[in-house]
């Protein structure tokens, strides 16, 4: 595969594969920034096609460059034909991730409808197994073409994608306006859609979706919504049981926010402006931890037992 590095025109670059590509413009952003401290740091890559240079990868440098006014950007020049490019486009990016599944998905279901190659064929020539393609392309399948589109646009995550397949298609678009409304992340998302799956009927289903903070608070969408009053405690005995009601959720949210896979993929920088959020958390655990001991609750308890 011969390759050279030139120097190429913005405007000179066919973006015709970019359909395959999602427009995640906070990506776009962390590129622009890195490039205007650094410049250029790798080429893009593309190919020789009906006149014209294709880009193959470098889709978020080409969108930052324009953003800068830079003039043109090095790019690497590939010899390869539109299938070998298409596989390149998932290659390249495996090493860094910075293909969502659903990207990878739009280029495996475009090498089947346009190159008419089936999942064997597939799994071979990108080296994956055959239940990874198989996994990739049923996002495309089992998704409403609408809800494709959003993706595309950067409106909806490849995570909200994988919650809201495992719905009937009829129900995607409304159980996705709820997520972009209340601003779900993708593990919410999960919940809503697991909670309107287990709904008893078509009421409770309804009820979900006017309040979806139920099923961030509840494990069953069917319970009664939490009691914010108990007539056998005074005032104070009340205003007790909202603020540990509040304290347990909160905790319960952000351990399964620390126990996401994308915690490990945070940048150096954003791990630094937690971590003193964090150390409070754990300060204000240990006082609380004191301030219960100091209540003699246990010892309570066992002289009401005597």
């Known amino acids: 595969m011969n390759n050279q590095i030139k120097e190429i025109s913005i405007g000179d670059f066919d973006l015709s594969l970019g359909q395959m590509r999602i427009m995640n413009m906070s990506r776009i952003l962390e590129m622009e920034k890195s490039m205007r401290l650094h410049g250029q740091l790798q080429p893009v890559v593309a190919r020789m096609h009906e006149g014209g240079i294709q880009l193959i990868d470098g889709y978020k440098r080409l969108y930052a460059a324009e953003a800068l006014l830079m003039e043109s950007l090095q790019c690497r020049l590939l010899e390869v034909d539109e299938h070998q490019a298409k596989v390149l486009m998932l290659s390249y990016n495996w090493t860094s991730r910075s293909l969502e599944s659903y990207e990878e998905a739009l280029v495996l279901k475009d090498l089947t409808q346009s190159h008419s190659m089936d999942q064997r064929e597939l799994s071979r020539v990108t080296g994956k197994s055959a239940s990874w393609v198989s996994r990739r392309l049923g996002l495309i399948e089992k998704l409403d073409e609408e809800i494709g589109i959003e993706i595309r646009m950067g409106v909806l995550t490849g995570s909200h994608a994988r919650a809201l397949m495992r719905l009937p298609r009829g129900n995607q678009l409304t159980i996705a306006r709820v997520i972009q409304t209340h601003k779900l992340t993708s593990r919410q998302s999960d919940r809503l859609v697991d909670a309107y799956l287990s709904a008893r009927d078509d009421k409770s289903q309804q009820l979900l979706l006017k309040a ?3 099923v961030l608070y509840q494990r069953d969408v069917n319970e009664s919504p939490v009691k914010m009053y108990d007539p056998r405690l005074s005032g104070f005995g009340n205003d007790t049981v909202r603020s540990m009601q509040e304290v347990i959720l909160c905790v319960q949210d952000l351990l399964k926010l620390l126990e996401d896979n994308r915690w490990g993929s945070l940048q150096q920088t954003e791990v ?33 037992e005597r």
């Open 212 to 214: 979806p903070e139920r």
């Open 272 to 304: 630094m402006l937690l971590a003193p959020g964090l150390e409070l958390i754990t300060d204000g655990l240990d006082a609380l931890k004191k301030a219960i001991d100091e209540l003699q609750i246990n010892k309570t308890l066992q002289e009401n």
